[in-house]
């Protein structure tokens, strides 16, 4: 297959020399304004024709004619090209049978539709990609470095499309400084250690709610005494995960509340309201588990005012952490805390997740240790390590030949996906 990329002035010129290079029935699969005019893909309809599969049911013998009268146009058929045109009439062929067989027909021409749809977009993709560091050197570097850093095709795309012009070097200067103003973190701890309130901290389990809870605790009790806080935990399925948060509340000297529902939650707080801060540990539970929408309305529920911080584990996949948003935000998150920093590979998913759902990040929980290791989050920092070199080669770093055919599959599944959920 050989796609025929053509570059001119005008849409008038364009289609001039389409003509001209592919004829009057060649098939245009994409147009767009680019400096100095447009630019137009396009197949030549012979290529088309390639692609279509062949009929294999042959039609049935033609009964002897009792005449041997010449047949003037078999030679013209033998010799007929196959263009575009051919494919429509092969499709009418075939779907013109009995009733019995025309769904099985049907759904045999939309697979054969989608599978050269499919073909079509992989070969465009990589055709593109492949194009792009000669028609933009720079926009190549910030896809290439996103990438390679973790960072979602999504957001790079993104990015590409208010990129400045400049050389390679501008390109990445701007790229991290366009991210670090996009990363949204908590500036400082005052408003939250001074300002009090209800916190609850909720994620997945393993994310480390709990010890993160207890990091807080201690931070609060530092500024201003064990008691004026107060401890409540959901956790009353995990064996020892309340008895856990009980440990670090008597090393703190700060009291330990369980509920187990809605109504002990809005009684707890009620007996607790003379408490400068409350925070709740919240039981772990998978993203895709029903009961965390049941979770969330048991704390809008409460009586009260709850600020909802989610807890994202920094080891996880890109697609696991969106995953995660989107099922605790049902009802608005009021930022998040990156655990389990020291132990990423790459920061660069969950910046990404951070940075598209536009999620405060509160603190970021670097080990074990109540409470030296939770800190306050610094975007120069944490940009400049998503894009620290590595000391090893990653298995799953995609060369440059291979990121057209990743990001041609990237957009069909998310085509597919949207098809299956409509």
Not at 99 to 125: G, H, N, P, R, Y
């Amino acid at each position: 297959m050989n796609v025929k990329r053509i570059v001119a002035k005008t849409s008038r010129e364009a289609m001039r020399q389409l003509r001209d290079a592919l004829g009057p029935d060649a098939v245009i699969l994409s147009n767009r304004a680019v400096d100095g005019g447009v630019e137009v893909l396009a197949l030549a309809a012979d290529d088309i024709a390639a692609m279509a599969p062949p009929v294999n049911d042959a039609p049935a013998p033609a009964p002897e004619p009792r005449s041997p009268a010449p047949r003037a146009q078999a030679p013209a058929e033998q010799d007929e090209p196959a263009p575009a045109v051919t494919i429509k009439r092969r499709l009418i062929e075939r779907v013109a049978v009995s009733s019995q067989d025309s769904a099985q027909l049907a759904q045999s021409v939309i697979s054969e539709i989608k599978s050269m749809q499919t073909c079509l977009e992989s070969q465009l993709a990589d055709l593109v990609w492949r194009d792009l560091p000669g028609r933009d050197p720079s926009g190549a570097t910030v896809m290439r470095d996103m990438l390679a850093a973790g960072f979602s095709a999504t957001l790079a795309r993104e990015l590409l499309e208010t990129l400045p012009k400049g050389d390679a070097q501008q390109a990445q200067a701007w790229m991290k400084n366009t991210l670090m103003q996009r990363l949204q973190v908590m500036q400082s701890e005052t408003d939250m250690l001074d300002g009090g309130g209800v916190f609850a901290l909720m994620g997945p389990t393993g994310a480390g709610k709990t010890t993160t809870t207890a990091k807080l605790a201690a931070r609060f009790v530092v500024r201003h005494g064990a008691d004026k806080l107060a401890l409540l935990t959901t956790d009353s399925y995990r064996i020892g995960g309340h008895e856990q948060l009980r440990i670090y509340g008597k090393i703190l000297g700060v009291t330990v509340h369980a509920v187990r529902d809605a109504a002990d939650l809005r009684l707890a707080l009620s007996e607790l309201r003379n408490k400068h801060t409350v925070l709740i540990d919240t039981v772990g539970m998978s993203q895709r588990d029903q009961a965390v929408a049941e979770q969330v309305e048991m704390l809008c529920q409460a009586g009260k005012q709850i600020k909802r911080l989610l807890v994202l584990n920094a080891t996880s996949h890109g697609d696991t952490l969106d995953e995660v948003v989107q099922a605790y935000r049902t009802r608005g998150l009021d930022g998040c805390i990156l655990s389990k920093i020291d132990e990423a590979a790459s920061l660069g998913p969950a910046l990404d997740c951070a940075i598209r759902h536009d999620l405060n990040v509160h603190y970021l929980a670097t080990g074990q240790r109540v409470p030296e290791d939770l800190h306050l989050a610094n975007r120069q920092a944490l940009i400049h390590r998503a894009f620290k070199v590595r000391t090893h080669a990653s298995p799953w770093q995609l060369d440059d030949s291979e990121l057209g055919f990743a990001l041609s599959g990237i957009q069909t599944m998310q085509r597919e996906s949207a098809v299956s959920l409509g």
